[in-house]
């Protein structure tokens, strides 16, 4: 069964940028496909597939199931270009973490990583 795309990856033991760049596409890119911050396209989907050898369909089916569950991360934004991406805080701040902002975060994924260790919270991010 397919699972999303970061797990998918996972399972293969591919490196992030490794699998970027054999996709043709930068990794923030990645990150953002992988994080569910982007929508990602049919032709995209078809190149991941062929990749993962498995049927676009499932593998759209399987991220679209992953990012209904899936948290991008509370109030940090990405932004690309001129896209910017915000994601309004759904919870109060716990009095009893330590804050973090993080400045220049890209996709992300610094923010995601102290979140997901349960012991900071990002306050924002630009």
Same mark, same amino acid.
């Given at each position: ?6 797990? !998918? /990856?996972?399972?293969?033991? $591919?490196? +992030?940028?490794? #699998? ?6 930068? @990794? ?5 496909? !992988? /994080?569910?911050?982007?929508? $990602?396209? +049919?032709?995209? #989907? ?6 993962? @050898? ?6 759209? /089916? ?65």
């Amino acid at each position: 069964m397919i699972s999303d795309i970061r797990s !998918e /990856r996972l399972k293969r033991k $591919i490196a +992030q940028k490794a #699998f970027a760049r054999a996709l043709g596409i930068p @990794v923030t890119e990645l990150s953002k496909w !992988e /994080r569910g911050l982007v929508s $990602i396209e +049919q032709i995209d #989907f078809d190149a991941l597939s062929r990749q993962f @050898v498995c049927a676009p369909t499932d593998l759209r /089916r399987a991220q679209e199931e992953y990012l209904v569950c899936a948290t991008p991360g509370e109030g940090y934004t990405t932004a690309v270009h001129d896209e910017v991406f915000v994601f309004e805080r759904t919870q109060q701040l716990a009095k009893n973490k330590p804050k973090v902002l993080d400045l220049f975060c890209g996709a992300g994924g610094f923010s995601f990583g102290l979140e997901s260790t349960g012991y900071f919270q990002v306050t924002g991010g630009i």
